[in-house]
């Protein structure tokens, strides 16, 4: 494995992929500046920020490099959309999938982002908030529609690490 490479729009994701380059000891690059440090047709780990079942940025990153594992950051639950994902944004089989829950700022998005994500957070959180039933994942969903937060933590990470030791012999870092 030589890089773990990301594309972030609010910060979750470079949380992530920096705890990640951190625990593997890899180097860590946005997708944009990573063409100027890595060979193409290297191997990676991709981590990209999630709209709509979409892993932003993956599509890119597969045509230059070898994806071995691909991270969507999104707002749901750690380890969800799985099969959403796959299917959305052709990801062969043999490329491990992981989801992991980030956060939610509007604050940090601009133009049409910022307008879907406001128009989702009406749409969704009145619905939600009227649900007389809610799971706990739905109350976690509807707080972070309602008061933003970050959910990002190394725990969300451990799937994906215990895949890399399995596979690179990849020695963690404390």
């Keep these: ?19 990640l380059g951190e625990k593997l000891s890899l180097p860590v690059c946005s997708l944009r500046g990573a063409g100027k ?33 691909v991270c969507g950051v999104g707002m749901g639950k750690s380890g969800s959309q799985l099969a959403e994902m796959r299917k959305n944004n052709s990801v062969p089989d043999e490329v491990a999938l992981f989801s992991m829950q980030g956060g939610l700022d509007v604050t940090r998005l601009r133009g049409v982002y910022k307008f879907m994500m406001n128009t989702m957070k009406n749409t969704l959180g009145r619905k939600l908030a009227q ?22 933590n190394e725990q969300a990470l451990e799937p994906l690490l215990q895949w ?9 870092q404390a």
């Design 131 to 152: 649900k007389p039933d809610k799971t706990a994942e739905e109350e976690d969903m509807l707080d972070l529609l309602q008061n933003g937060g970050n959910r990002v």
């Design 164 to 172: 890399c030791e399995a596979r690179f012999a990849t020695v963690r």
């Design 37 to 69: 440090v890595l060979e193409a047709d290297c191997e990676i780990i991709y981590l990209g920020w999630l709209m709509a079942g979409t892993v932003k940025g993956y599509r890119k990153a597969a045509r230059r490099y070898r994806v071995k594992a």
């Design 1 to 19: 494995m030589n890089a773990v490479v990301y594309t972030s729009n609010t910060g979750y994701t470079k949380e992530y992929a920096q705890m």
